[in-house]
């Protein structure tokens, strides 16, 4: 069966071939009890007592042939090894690293974007400088596989940069394990090779790895700087091979894939007043932009986006998103985190906001976070040691 089109649109799936099947499928390998593995994990793993998952951002399903010119331990693993499996929606990393770590819907968890508006006032919450507040155990309520995996016995360990040590991201992904800081590539494999050696009982370690996605949004994907982030995952991927114990495994996989997006293709919202009009507060990111709108203005302001973004964009509802299954199941506490109105971009399109958020966004050429293949589609590479 060949791919889809990279522009295509995918859907997304959180059950069976999914990133949110990849922690349970590993704890199903691990014995712990009521664990699935959809993933068909067991046949290939029997005996593994350790395992490492490492989510290398921005590594898409489409950007692996790219890569593969700088990567040759990555060229044959996914030759070999790998498949594509599905990410959740929206495919941004906050979203994607709380899909992965809890096995439930962006829905379920409530991580619903990059940037989402909290609840009960005008503020917007960017994911990635969460602290605190709001406290992350009440804002992602859903448990982590990695708090199940210990509650059965398993020893847990997180490595990732030391600056993301206690972040309100990292606890709503990843609590339940021992931090370890490692910058980068040798001190991330040496973490994760001597986590794994460490016990003699079963052992998950959850890695993550950010540069690719760092100089895919910088310079774009097949940059000089992102070719040579990719030779630093290949540097990564082949210590880690070689040094994996006989009765471990590693799981690769990435949050979301990438697309280099030409100027003449971005709109700002903030230099036209018809994308302003009735529309209180935006979140969401370039790619996906959640409006909250002025009262009863729902209606013109589909109208209005619609129009001006003409076929670049689906402008919906957040009732027609939902009721799609974009985000799986809702919560109901989690709706209001959601726009009024859901705007994704088609093709290699973006809405920048010039004025209301930091000025880089809008400068940056690889973009990420709609529907189609390329974003959507992530690899999964299961190595026995």
Excluded: K
Excluded at 82 to 104: D, E, M, Y
Excluded at 120 to 147: M, Y
Excluded at 156 to 162: E, Y
Excluded at 186 to 202: E, H, K, M, R
């Amino acid at each position: 069966m060949t791919d889809p089109h990279p522009l295509s649109p995918v859907s997304p799936r959180y059950v069976g071939d999914s990133l949110a099947d990849v922690l349970p499928g590993a704890l199903a390998v691990l014995g712990v009890p009521g664990a699935v593995d959809r993933l068909g994990l067991l046949p290939g793993l029997a005996g593994v007592r350790r395992i490492a998952v490492l989510l290398v951002d921005g590594l898409g399903w489409y950007q692996l042939p790219v890569a593969a010119r700088h990567a040759p331990t990555l060229a044959g693993l996914a030759a070999t090894v790998g498949r594509p499996i599905v990410t959740g929606f929206p495919s941004t990393t906050p979203t994607s690293l709380v899909t992965l770590g809890t096995g439930a819907s962006p829905g379920e968890h409530g991580v619903l974007g990059f940037r989402v508006r909290v609840p009960g006032g005008d503020r917007v919450l960017s994911h990635v400088e969460w602290a605190d507040d709001p406290d992350p155990l009440r804002w992602q309520p859903v448990p982590t596989q990695l708090t199940r995996a210990r509650a059965a016995g398993v020893a847990t360990t997180v490595v990732s940069r030391p600056e993301f040590a206690g972040s309100g991201l990292t606890l709503a992904a990843n609590r339940g394990g021992d931090f370890r800081g490692a910058a980068g590539v040798d001190a991330l494999a040496g973490a994760v090779l001597t986590a794994l050696a460490a016990g003699s009982g079963p052992t998950l370690v959850s890695a993550y790895h950010p540069d690719l996605d760092r100089y895919g949004h910088l310079d774009g994907v097949d940059s000089a700087r992102w070719q040579a982030a990719a030779a630093e995952v290949d540097e990564l991927l082949a210590r880690l091979v070689d040094g994996l114990p006989a009765d471990a495994a590693l799981l690769v996989t990435a949050d979301h894939g990438q697309l280099n997006v030409p100027v003449e293709h971005r709109f700002d919202l903030d230099t036209d007043p018809r994308l302003r009009a009735g529309v209180r507060l935006v979140a969401g990111e370039p790619r996906v932009r959640y409006l909250h709108v002025e009262p009863s203005a729902q209606a013109d302001v589909v109208a209005a986006w619609s129009a001006v973004l003409g076929g670049t964009a689906r402008v919906t509802t957040r009732d027609e998103a939902v009721a799609a299954g974009w985000f799986g199941p809702v919560a109901p506490a989690h709706l209001a985190r959601i726009g009024d109105v859901v705007v994704v971009c088609r093709d290699t399109y973006v809405v920048v906001a010039t004025a209301s958020e930091p000025p880089m966004a809008a400068r940056l050429v690889g973009y990420h976070g709609a529907d189609t293949a390329a974003e959507m589609t992530v690899p999964l590479l299961v190595v026995r040691g």
